[in-house]
């Protein structure tokens, strides 16, 4: 099962005896780090600053960050990054937006090529790390960061929990909802689906059938089938969201 640590709540056990960053440290609320398992790390984070890049070197010596990949426009210089011999990849898309192909092709060359043939980790041995950050770090870079697990095999729905359940407020309704009907997988993964059958399961799921017929498709979310088996999975999906995300 993939898990997530946030920064703010490291310890011993997980960061193999290095000292706890602590709630006090400036960063505390600015990573949070993504585990898929011991070969797929991600770090999404907010912009550093020229300032505040000194901060986050810290940090990216700790979690063995190989790369940072910036999706909004430049907010400091890459030198002291890359002298740490850590690659610098400007990657931008519009705020708010979802990744246009060329990111994405980009993105998951990098992911595969960092992780793709990684070697199992010792317990001893710091897993790479790839960060990546927008602005505030809740929409742009959690996109990139889903559709990572995505390709590994992970349910849409899965990936959007394991994310915002550290990652508070990460994304919108658009982003959601290209994340889950529009975003196809390309790697031979097949879907791990545990959110996804537990909706199906539930008895929300009747609801949602009785309702199919006057389901349209509204808050811009597409109608995948013209059946009513289409537009039930829609009505549930759509009632998850609203219970676990709200109105994001």
């Known amino acids: 099962m993939a898990k997530m640590v946030s920064v703010s709540a490291y310890n011993t056990a997980t960061i193999g005896g290095r000292k706890p960053l602590g ?7 600015s990573f949070s780090l993504i585990e898929y398992d011991k070969n797929h790390r991600f770090l999404i984070m907010d912009c550093p600053t020229n300032s505040t890049i000194p901060l986050y070197l810290r940090e990216f010596a700790r979690l063995n960050v190989t790369d940072v990949v910036r999706v909004c426009e430049p907010t400091y210089s890459k030198e002291p990054v890359e002298k740490r011999d850590v690659t610098v990849h400007d990657l931008p898309f519009k705020d708010g937006d979802v990744p246009p192909a060329s990111v994405l ?48 095999g ?17 994304f919108n309704n658009r982003q959601i909802a290209y994340l889950v009907y529009n975003y196809k997988r390309t790697s031979g993964h ?28 509204e808050d811009g979310l597409p109608v995948k089938a013209a059946n009513s088996t289409g537009i039930a999975s829609l009505s549930i999906h759509k009632f998850f969201f609203k219970k676990m995300f709200g109105s994001h």
Not at 23 to 29: F, G, I, Y
Not at 105 to 113: F, G, H, P
Not at 114 to 133: C, D, L, Q, Y
């Open 23 to 29: 709630k006090s440290s400036p960063l505390a609320n």
């Open 105 to 152: 092709k980009q993105w998951l060359e990098l992911v595969s090529t960092r992780m793709g043939g990684a070697k199992n980790t010792s317990a001893n041995e710091e897993p790479t790390t790839i960060a990546v950050h927008c602005v505030a770090g809740l929409g742009r870079a959690p996109v990139l960061v889903a559709v990572a697990l995505i390709e590994k």
């Open 154 to 170: 992970m349910d849409p729905l899965d990936a959007i929990e394991l994310v915002r359940h550290k990652r508070r407020g990460a």
């Open 190 to 217: 097949k879907s791990s689906n545990k959110i996804g059958s537990a909706i199906r399961s539930s008895p929300l799921n009747g609801a949602a059938t009785a309702q199919a017929a006057t389901a349209e498709g």
